[in-house]
């Protein structure tokens, strides 16, 4: 498993509850979008786009689509580890990739496919994409985009 997530740089790490599991015995797939934001939530705190010091933010992050495509049903007890990579960056918006990893079965059990847009609170119009941002995201994955 340390492999897998290694070439990830951002790895977020969720325990498997007794209650996200449903009447069919196996993790809920709503539980998997609640992971997602997880994931993508700590993407961003990496790239140092939140600062949660009690001051409203003028200007962040909002959710423009997602999709999760599930490969392997999850059960408790088990940790699943999720490895998150920016897939796209597009002119209006960033495309994340979130890898989930069940520890128990070894396996990747499900992809997370998560359209971000850069939002001005106060105008209610998205923000392009910066130069700024792409180096960020570019220096935190050590890629070329």
Known sequence: MKE????????????????????LQHVNNVVYVRWGETARIDY??????????GEKMKTGIILGFQ???YIAPVTYPDTIHIGTKTEEIRDD???LKSFY??????????IKTHEIILFD????NKILV????VVQISSLENLQF
């Open 93 to 95: 918006r960033i495309v």
């Open 101 to 110: 990893y069940s520890e128990k079965t070894q396996k990747l059990v499900a």
């Open 44 to 53: 961003f705190r990496a790239l140092g786009f939140f600062s949660f010091e």
């Open 4 to 23: 897998v997530v290694e070439k990830y740089a951002v790895v977020s790490t969720v325990k498997v509850q007794w209650g996200d599991m449903d009447a």
């Open 121 to 124: 609170f106060k105008t209610q």
């Open 67 to 69: 999709s999760v495509k």
């Open 130 to 133: 910066s130069k700024e941002v």
